[in-house]
């Protein structure tokens, strides 16, 4: 670790991470639209909600990735990580636990709270390969996408990707191409350190009302994606019961 443990905060960060979770509020409630008959939309099939989803987990996981360089690059303060990866694994376990309530043959087995406690634990090895995290992880995104095989789709290896066939599940973030966009986020939080303290990046604060929100929201987002889908589901299934 160097002498100083100060860990800078970045404004922009938390923006981002607010926006992605704006988007992802208009996701989901579009599909639970859809789950209790008010529109019908292919969530699993159609290339504009396939492509919507892709872009609000790639924005997740890149932030996720710099943020992860960024709170661990001076030294790794173990008892706020070990207390945010427990937070992460009690809250992957409760989405399985519902999940298998709501859609029991469609249970999320390894959904993106699952990958991102999972990539956190691996990406701590990777906070020093620099360039080296820009290139793997494009190449892992690439070989990914275009490498598959059916000894994958065994059910105890579905979670590391590759699969020839989606498993049925409600959420499915595997290791693999998803890991390398984390990867990706590591080189940018190593580059973002390395710019001049005069920059944009290191200087720029939320001031307006719509941007202090979204940065209010991506400071509390894990939080917020546990609680945003029992209230969405609980309001809907109210107005559904009220109107018959």
């Known amino acids: 670790p160097m002498k100083s443990n100060k860990r800078k905060h970045y404004d922009f960060l938390d923006v981002s991470r607010g926006f992605a979770i704006l988007l992802m509020f208009i996701f989901h409630f579009c599909y639970d639209l859809d789950y209790f008959g008010y529109i019908d939309q292919d969530f699993t099939h159609d290339p504009f909600w396939t492509s919507f989803r892709n872009l609000i987990v790639s924005l997740f996981l890149l932030i996720m990735g710099t943020s992860l360089y960024l709170a661990n690059y001076r030294g790794i303060r173990k008892s706020r990580y070990n207390r945010r990866l427990a937070q992460l694994v009690l809250y992957a376990a409760l989405v399985s636990l519902g999940s298998w309530l709501m859609f029991p043959k469609a249970m999320i087995f390894f959904g993106i709270l699952h990958f991102i406690a999972l990539a956190s634990v691996v990406g ?54 998803w890991f390398g966009v984390v990867l990706i986020g590591i080189y940018l939080g190593d580059r973002l350190t390395r ?12 001031r307006d009302g719509f941007t202090r929100l979204l940065r209010l929201g ?27």
């Open 218 to 244: 991506g400071l509390h987002s894990l939080n917020i994606y546990m609680l945003h889908q029992p209230v969405f589901i609980g309001l809907l299934y109210l107005v559904h019961q009220l109107s018959g």
């Open 195 to 206: 710019l001049p303290e005069k920059h944009i990046l290191h200087r720029w604060q939320s």
């Open 124 to 177: 701590l090895l990777f906070l020093r390969f620099g360039i080296v995290n820009l290139i793997l992880g494009i190449a892992l995104i690439i070989f990914s996408l275009n490498f598959s095989h059916p000894f994958f789709n065994q059910p105890w290896l579905q979670w590391f990707g590759l699969v020839s066939r989606l498993p049925v599940t409600v959420d499915y973030v595997p290791f693999l191409p």
